[in-house]
């Protein structure tokens, strides 16, 4: 499973501030993710979250260093640094183009 922090149908600039996470099967179709609306809450609140899915990767934008470490050790491969549709980024990973910075 994937996971992407939201911002509307955009990649979140900040994983501790997105609106919304989705969580997208292998092989599944973004329309058919799983979405989840966070209100208000930290990061602590978003990383428990994902360390309770069978999520691999997350896809966000920035994210701060404590939080990565956090989700790596957990087993959570985070792909930051990312902007634009979630969409084209969530396909550009599953083609092997996004990396781990």
């Not at 990649?11 to 599944?28: H, L, N, V, Y």
């Not at 609140?45 to 999520?55: A, F, M, T, Y």
């Amino acid at each position: 499973m994937i996971a992407v922090a939201l911002f509307g149908d955009e990649i979140s600039p900040r994983f501790d501030c997105c609106a919304e996470m989705a969580f997208i099967q292998a092989g599944e179709d973004f329309g058919a993710a799983d979405r989840i609306l966070l209100k208000g809450g930290d990061s602590e609140d978003r990383i428990l979250r994902l360390l309770e899915q069978p999520c691999r990767a997350l896809l966000c934008g920035g994210i701060r260093k404590q939080d990565r470490l956090r989700l790596t050790v957990g087993g959570v491969e985070v792909i930051d640094g990312l902007s634009g549709p979630a969409l084209m980024r969530l396909e550009e990973f599953r083609k092997g183009g996004l990396k781990v910075q």
